[in-house]
């Protein structure tokens, strides 16, 4: 892996205003590894706004969680790469022939070909979020499970939460990239998500990509609190 894949810290950037993002993003760029643009800044800003943002010179992980039937993600993919993300994700539940089409439509590329990662479960779930769908399922089984298919699928890692990275490491291999929202420094409430962790403690837990959202845009303090995640991190043996 190279520095960009391994203890790797990546903003979450959803806001909707471009300017915002833009500026916030200069603020912090010395104390991050890239960020991610979701759903709400991605359709809200557009692509001008995306374009805006990548002229920073920084890895964008592209999270738009495709998930349809397997022409149709192929097809999404195909119409996504010359944006030239660093990364892209469907979700693994989609299946691993939708996953596979996926894969090719990134290996057919003549641009830059972008890392593919499946989300696993969302860490604003738990065992309850399975008990109301009518679902008896262990968490962290279900998570390996997912993470077990979507090697086999060609995928280059899955979204799961720090809780279960080191389970995706022991079964698919160190190589195999770990990318985990949920993170949370112990002066940070918790919000929407549920299933959360330090970011020490997800690298040590075998977290590879660290998805770090409102503990830093909405800090009264980014700068400051950017220096602090990433001191964490790089003093993880201590």
């Known amino acids: 892996m190279n520095f960009k894949e391994k203890n790797a810290i990546f903003c979450a950037l959803d806001m909707k205003d471009t300017d915002l993002a833009v500026s916030f993003t200069k603020s912090i760029i010395d104390y991050i590894d890239g960020v991610k643009i979701g759903m709400e800044g991605f ?3 557009g ?14 992980f592209l999270d738009l969680k495709l998930h349809d039937i397997p022409n ?7 119409s996504l790469l010359p944006l030239k993300p660093f990364m892209l994700n469907v979700h693994v539940t989609g299946g691993a022939e939708m996953m596979v089409s996926a894969k090719q439509a990134v290996e057919e ?3 830059e070909k972008p890392l593919l990662v499946g989300v696993t479960i969302l860490t604003s779930m738990n065992e309850n979020s399975f008990k109301e769908q009518g679902l008896k399922l262990n968490i962290g089984n279900q998570v390996t499970n997912l993470a077990n298919l979507a090697m086999k699928s060609g995928l280059n890692g899955v979204v799961c939460s720090p809780h ?4 995706v490491k022991d079964m698919c291999g ?20 549920k299933r959360i ?4 403690e997800a690298v040590k837990n075998g977290a590879d990509i660290l998805i770090i959202g409102r503990p830093l845009t909405r800090s009264k303090d980014p700068i400051s609190a950017a ?3 990433r001191m964490s991190i790089e003093n993880n043996d201590n």
Request: charged share 25%.
């Open 164 to 167: 279960e990275a080191r389970k």
């Open 43 to 45: 359709y809200s800003m």
């Open 197 to 200: 962790m330090t970011p020490k």
């Open 174 to 193: 160190e190589d195999f990239l770990t990318v985990v929202p949920g993170i949370r420094p112990q002066t940070s409430g918790s919000q929407d998500q």
């Open 47 to 60: 692509i001008d706004g995306y374009n805006r943002i990548q002229d920073l010179n920084l890895p964008i």
């Open 109 to 111: 590329s003549k641009n």
């Open 72 to 78: 149709t993600v192929n097809s999404a993919i195909k």
């Open 227 to 229: 220096k602090e995640i």
